[in-house]
């Protein structure tokens, strides 16, 4: 059984200031280190899961707001963990591992080089299934996504590549390599099948899965679907994390353009908001990771535990 580490304190729905919002649920970590960035859930049974950079391990917020290590600290040899997606056809959870000590100083820390993998953990007890290296120097594995095929998509920031893990395969494998564009981030499917979308700081690509064509999504000119890091998609529009806002931003009906864009939500909380989940017309959402400020980049570490927050985790009915 798990160790309970504490419990979530649910706040009240509140009434919502931002257009298109209609209830708001908070829930708040007082682990004021864990430094969150990937965020999944699992329909199912109704649960978080919340992945640390600087824990190093992943945590579970229950249906009834208990929270509790899902993995421990460094299990089997977990560095920072970044994107992380539930895959409810295997009940297995992915994980990406990463080490940066530039960017990300770990509690223990090892390596200085930057070097990343892909682990598939069971859900039903955090059981490692398997992991997946990226056998090269100077990498970053940040997001994930899993397809219906069972096809895990991967990006790659410093060297702007998609790879792809095939079901029954033990490596990665180069899917297309997007080098024109700097540091990809989200990534996430549509409803326009055979397409992927992957987050740039030039914006938001898409890619033909057939044939490995790519394209820039043309914005209207008052736009910027640019810098962004968590990707998610729902209805007609992405939701995407711009630091200090959740911003959605609406598609043409064939999905090859951006045509407008709105502020989801935002507010004086905000501090490097980085990922979510959309699941059941609701979207679960990292509000103040502190990735940014609490972070000593000078140093290389962990900010002093006082100075930090305590983490809000935030659900939006959509």
Known sequence: MKRILFFILIASIISCKN???????????????????????????????????????????????????????????????????????????????????EVLPLKNQGSKQWTSSVFQFRLADGKLFGTYPLDKDSVFLNDLTVADNGKVYVTESMNAIVYVINP????????????????????????????????????????????????????????KAADIDGLAFYDNYFIAHQSTAVTRFYLSPKRDSIVKADTLNSGKEFDASTTGEVSAGNYYFIV??????????????????????????RRIKL
């Open 19 to 101: 257009a298109g919002e209609s209830r708001i649920t908070d829930y708040t970590i007082t682990e004021k280190d864990l430094i969150p960035e990937g965020v999944a859930f699992d329909e199912k049974t109704q649960t978080i899961y919340i992945g640390s950079t600087y824990k190093r391990k992943i945590i579970s917020i229950d249906k009834n707001g208990k929270v509790a290590d899902f993995i421990g600290e460094g299990q089997d040899d977990i560095k920072s963990v970044i994107g992380i997606e539930v895959d409810e056809k295997t009940n297995s959870l992915w994980a990406i591992s990463c080490e940066a000590a």
């Open 288 to 313: 103040n990771s502190q990735i940014q400020s609490g972070i000593d980049y000078a140093n290389k570490k962990l900010k002093p535990l006082d100075s930090l927050t305590n983490t809000i985790i």
């Open 168 to 223: 029954g395969s033990d490596r990665m494998q180069e899917l297309v390599n997007l080098k024109q564009f700097q540091f990809l981030n989200g990534i996430c499917f549509a409803d326009l099948p055979g397409y992927l979308f992957v987050a740039s700081t030039q914006g938001i690509v898409r890619i033909d899965l057939a044939t490995r064509q790519f394209s820039l999504l043309p914005e209207a000119s008052s736009l």
